[in-house]
């Protein structure tokens, strides 16, 4: 797994299994088959499709959309949408 620090501009399609320790300042799409562990914020909406996983364990500032994916809420996000649910563990806050 790889690991990215500091601050990406512009949407991002994540293709590779990525720890990120930075800032996302748009959308930020998981591909199929990819492992995000997500430390830091991403400004935008975060997408997981179908076939990867997502561990939020800092704050989305906009929608996380399941469409088919693992997702697991540690910490905190605006809104969840899509036709799939995410896991939320104690502690954490959505809204």
């Known amino acids: 797994m790889d690991e990215e620090w500091g601050e990406i501009e512009g949407l991002v399609i994540l293709d590779r ?50 469409e088919g994916g693992e997702v697991t809420i540690w910490e905190n996000v605006d809104r969840l949408g899509g036709p799939y649910s995410c896991s939320v563990e104690p502690g954490a806050i959505v809204g």
């Open 17 to 66: 299994d990525l720890e990120l320790q930075g800032i996302v300042t748009s959308r930020l799409t998981v591909k199929s088959g990819v492992v995000l562990i997500l430390r830091e914020i991403v400004t935008g909406d975060l997408i997981v499709e179908a076939g990867a996983r997502a561990d939020v364990h800092g704050v989305v500032n906009g929608t996380v959309f399941n």
